[in-house]
């Protein structure tokens, strides 16, 4: 198999929590912890309130600054969960097959309950790459363990040619 030239990406960190602070916040730390033991640059972590405008807000802060923007929060079904409807219309190209193996490899460990994630991914009109998944600390290990650092220098390698 051919060796892929690393690409270190600068991403940033946006939390949606009602509950949560950057002290508080063990989900946005493990991501950060991870993107940096695998190489990569965190250029900031920001936590903000499940708000529409607040979460525009915040990613609107992260993108200037970063090739990746991940959310963790805010994915489920409650009424107060907008993450998904607010970053959603961020998105001009959709990358479907990580909310569908996100999925899949949430349901081998949690079963029928993985079907109320909406967590997605895909690029902005700015193409900043955008990945919104749960806030559980579960949820985000898989995601970023399994299946984002092993495709993030992929995915900025094919914006970038």
């Known amino acids: 198999m051919e060796q892929k030239e690393f690409i270190q990406a600068r991403v940033g960190i946006l939390t949606i929590s009602d509950t949560r602070n950057l002290d508080t916040d063990k989900s946005g730390q493990l991501i950060a912890e991870a993107l940096e033991a695998a190489g990569h640059i965190v250029t900031q972590r920001i936590v903000v309130k499940d708000d529409d405008f607040l979460i525009n807000e915040g990613l609107a802060k992260l993108k200037p600054q970063s090739d990746c923007v991940i959310s963790n929060g805010g994915t489920g079904i409650a009424v107060r969960d907008v993450t998904f409807e607010a970053l959603w219309d961020q998105v001009a190209q959709e990358i479907p097959g990580f909310g569908e193996l996100f999925r899949m490899l949430s349901y081998q460990e949690i079963g029928t309950r993985a079907m109320l994630s909406r967590a997605f991914a895909g690029f902005t009109l700015d193409n900043v ?25 992929h995915f900025l390698a094919e914006r970038r040619k």
Not at 132 to 144: D, E, Q, R, T
């Open 129 to 153: 790459l955008l990945f919104v998944i749960p806030g559980s600390s579960n949820a985000c290990g898989l995601a970023i363990n399994q299946l984002i650092i092993p495709e993030l220098p």
